[in-house]
């Protein structure tokens, strides 16, 4: 990336603005030694703004960059000296968002111990088995978890939230250095399939994966940003990580609600909101407050928007939308902003700068404009690989994303879904991301999903999985009908099956292997 680009784009969103010269001075000393991860991050916004709020939770408590930073130290020398946490160690999170996750991940960085993000809907049965196929040390879980934790191997050290506060406060003083290997963040995979892997995430090296994302979505030094998405998401996570690089007030909620979230947009005065798809969906179903939160970006990932609802949002709250696709493994894809939208709702927009994206066909050649393919991607932050050894397939320094989508002639990105997910059904291919499109667009439904089932005549056939609103109807053959005026006959479901909700993950990504229970 090279260098005009990066100082313009720092210099727009404030992060060259002048400074104390001392602070200014302790800032570049703190990211030369201890780099960009999240501790280094974190370390350079308590050198430039120690004073200014960092986080503040859902029960009032507020932090300022230095308070952070001093308990996570703590937090860090209480693992070392008392449990013999050491670099290359692992140490698992399974919280929900709170200033504790975050003192975790960070206090687990400056060790030089690879931080391990649990989702917070796995089953005592993933649990185990992703403590065993991670070897983690330490599980810091939150309370409400320690009933999942009861199965694990005996010589798991399990810290509840009264053993992480009693850490910090019995911390005995000392200074740390940079360790000598840099820790790495494991996220794992979303599991929607089977037990999630882990993947493991390279630390920046520079501004360029920063830049890459703040040049397309406009977020600015000492923003107050809301970050409703799970931290144990790729998306989520990465919100984090900007927030630290931009010395934002953080707001943060162990739970989503959409009528607390709204309230906390207002009354904390958020300028940005980064959540995942679902919640916009449940955003949208409340009365929007008086006055307006002051948002100037709503940033969005982890699942596929329905087409109905960038424009409704944006009536709603403004031309305030982005819509980021990527994944655990390829971090980021392409970014679609307000206007993107506007012109084509279901968009996943255009690369970011310093990012190559290309759609090719099964022997790896690139396919024309238009024409549907397997999507390659290459950037800064492609991960390094599942810890439990296998990769995904690279072509040419490009990641295969494991989906199919095409670029239409203004070049914009369309995601017709997983390769794995796409149905065939009589020779015909359907891809199940265009009828749930269509069907989300019916008034009287809130969500759809559409999976194949085996059939013994076409091999498989559709079933479409709708959950209405409340006290809404509609009939079976009227849904078929409908599906029929707009798109060919083989991508009509021939299965149509009313549900109350979809189940989802703490992601909000649809479980298709519960629904394909509902077959046997």
Known sequence: MDLPFIVTTLTRRGL????????????????????????GELRQAAARDPGRVAVIDDQGTELTYAELLDRSMRLARALSAGLSVQAGDRVAVLCRNHPGLIETIVAATLLGADAVLVNTGLSPAQLATVAEEQRLRVLVHDDEFTERTLGLPAELHRLDEQDRAELIATALPGELRPPERDGRIIVLTSGTTGVPKGARRPTPNGFGP???????IPLHVRDR?????????TWGYAALQVCFALRAT?????????VATLDALVRHRCQALF??????????????PEPRPPLKVVAV??????????SAFMDTYGDVLYNLYGSTEASWASIATPADLRQAPTTAGRPPYGTRLEIVDDDGKQVPGGRVGRILVGNEMLFEGYTSGPDRDRHDGLLDTGDLGRVNADGLLFVDGRADDMIVSGGENVFPAEVEQLLTQLPQVREAAVIGVPDP???QRLAAFLALYPGETLDTEAVREYVRHYLARFSVPRDVVFVKYLPRNATGK???????RYYG
């Open 510 to 516: 649809v479980l298709t292997r519960e629904l394909r």
């Open 301 to 310: 990932s982890g699942s596929a928007l329905p087409g109905g609802l960038p």
């Open 457 to 459: 005549d076409y091999g």
């Open 275 to 288: 959540a995942v798809p679902v919640m916009l969906q449940r955003l949208m179903e409340m009365p929007p």
């Open 16 to 39: 060259l603005a002048p400074g104390r010269p001392i602070r200014v001075a302790s800032q570049l000393s703190a990211l030369r030694k201890w780099g960009w991860s999240l501790a």
């Open 210 to 216: 920063l830049v890459s994302i703040i040049d397309r």
């Open 225 to 233: 940003v809301l970050i409703a998405a799970p931290i144990f998401h």
């Open 250 to 258: 953080i707001v943060l909620h162990r739970r989503f609600d959409p």
